[in-house]
């Protein structure tokens, strides 16, 4: 209960991103996904109080089920990485195994995809 799971890329592996960017004159993109932590599905069953202001008249007392995870649940960054993690392997990328972190994938003509993954922040290079 005390633990909470961040997806948090090694600086390590950054450093050596930008070295291959420069090196092979690859783009590089940062893309921040915005509802990141909202499509991640709970494993156990969570309920929360009735957000203030949203009570329903005469319900006060009642409470809500979530069926998926919200911000400052602890579970969502974990849930979020699960079905990235899934999604990204799912499209033929590979999990790095020195950074769980850290996909690739190798084109046709050779070149590289990168995708470094920071929460629900992400770097992304190719040609």
């Not at 957000?51 to 998926?68: A, R």
């Not at 649940?73 to 790095?96: A, V």
Request: glycine letters at 6%; proline letters at 2%.
């Amino acid at each position: 209960f005390n633990d909470v799971f961040s997806p948090v890329v090694k600086h390590s592996s950054i450093r050596v991103l930008l070295a291959l960017v420069a090196m092979y004159d690859l783009e590089l993109e940062q893309l921040d996904v915005k509802t990141a932590f909202l499509h991640g599905e709970l494993e156990e069953q969570i309920y929360m109080k009735q957000p203030q202001g949203f009570e329903i008249e005469g319900k006060e007392d009642h409470i809500c089920l979530l069926k998926k995870s919200l911000y400052g649940l602890k579970q969502s960054p974990r849930q979020w990485y699960k079905r990235f993690d899934s999604f990204m392997l799912g499209h033929g990328y590979l999990r790095s195994m020195y950074d769980s972190c850290v996909y690739f994938r190798k084109l046709n003509d050779g070149s590289f995809i990168y995708l470094l993954l920071y929460v629900d922040d992400m770097l992304i290079a190719a040609k």
